[in-house]
């Protein structure tokens, strides 16, 4: 079900999903030493409700941050219930208005000893070069590449009918970044040839694999989806976090204990590799090429594995055993197998 909603949603480019703050610290704890000294942008982020940008004004003294940048586009339906913004003569209610905030320092100003939403809430307030209006806030926009050009690290959920584009935008910019994707990005043929050559890679993930994204109010179209009609959240199991910044994670060995054998590992009709159903089921001392599901990537340590390519036999044509093709495979080889006497 979920990825027939979320491809639902990305046709009809209906993707405006806002994570969850539990899931965006539960991800950032092991990103914390990128942070000291940076400026970060999170251009896809209403600020009226975005907790991306919750997550990062509250912690802009903890993390050490030089400077916070956060826009939305034009049009955002996201409206405030924590954090109401409004300059002088507009209504309780936030309009449809593109915003940038750009701060640099988050005081205590209410003098209770901490910094929380009321503090961030009177520094937009009472510091006018705080918050300032934009013209359409889209992240191709001359004014949204200005402010990516002084950031440091992007973090923020862009438009996953935009991946393609967004992470293109990153990389010409030389950019780092820590954003959430599908799965099936991986296949994408603009992002598959930046992972085999270990320009970005997958972060930890969400709590067990399930993602739950909050929908606005207007978007009713997610019912099939939607598990809790109060707080309007969308499960998804086949989104993640994508990042080229460096983590421990990237370097954890995998753990093998398949010993290989013909008769357990077939070889593809079109390539000169063995099918490995299961990444837990990898064999330690096969020294040539092996398929192994997408989700793989969860686990892979460059240290351990080279990627040789996606999906295509010799042929060009799908990996297949017997006629059949498995579902998406990528070929890797274990750079340190094993000997078969061990």
Known sequence: MGNRNLNAAKRAKKDEFYTQL???ERELQHYLPHFRGQTVLCNCDDPYESNFFKYFALNFNRLGLRRLLCTCYDGSPVRGTELVLRFDGEADAPRRQ???VDIRAVPDLNGDGAVDLTDVRLL????????SLLQTGDFRSPECVALLQEADIVVTNPPFSLFREYVSQLMDYGKRFL???PQNAITYKEIFPLIKDNKIWLGYGFNAGNAYFKVPD???TYAAGVYDEEKKLVKFRNCHWYTNLEIPKRHDELDLVCRYSPEDYPKYDNYDAIEVSKTANIPYDYDGAMGVPITFLDKYNPEQFEIVKFRKGNDEKDLCINGKCP????LIRNKHPKSLSL
């Open 98 to 100: 593109a915003y940038k």
């Open 218 to 220: 207007n978007k009713q």
């Open 327 to 330: 579902y998406f495979r990528i």
């Open 179 to 181: 954003i959430i994707g």
């Open 22 to 24: 539990a899931d965006i």
């Open 124 to 131: 937009l307030q009472n510091d006018r070069n705080t918050l």
